[in-house]
């Protein structure tokens, strides 16, 4: 299963209500999901680097707010387009990814995408 690493879930000091209710949002929903969904989705290591990319202490505070806005639409049930459309229903989750990942590509480094491959395959591999 997809594990969560302590240096990757430290908190950051949000400056507002509504971006620690995204973070904890966040945190609750992101993994029973990802752990659903992740295998079948073609954008799945974007959305992990992504994850961990937010929760890193070393991200500036204006990119983890953008990443967890987009990492938010996710978790969240409702959005534009239902996630349980066949084919279309992830289409809008990733667009918001991506746009949000254009947006601060450079504050998701290269140890952000490899813990999101190696979490990858692990639930692929079935190990924990």
Do not use: C
């Amino acid at each position: 299963m997809f594990g969560r690493s302590a240096a990757w879930n430290a908190s950051w000091n949000a400056s507002s209500d509504a971006s620690q209710r995204h973070e904890e949002r966040v945190r609750r929903g992101f993994w029973p999901k990802a752990k659903r969904v992740a295998a079948k989705l073609p954008f799945a290591k974007d959305l992990l680097a992504a994850y961990y990319a937010a929760f890193d202490r070393q991200t500036p505070l204006q990119v983890k707010a953008a990443l967890l806005g987009a990492l938010a639409y996710f978790v969240l049930p409702a959005d534009a387009m239902p996630d349980i459309l066949p084919l279309l229903g992830y289409t809008d989750d990733a667009l918001v990814l991506v746009t949000a990942l254009r947006m601060v590509s450079g504050h998701v480094r290269e140890e952000h995408h490899e813990a999101a491959r190696q979490a990858l395959a692990r639930e692929l591999d079935g190990t924990r």
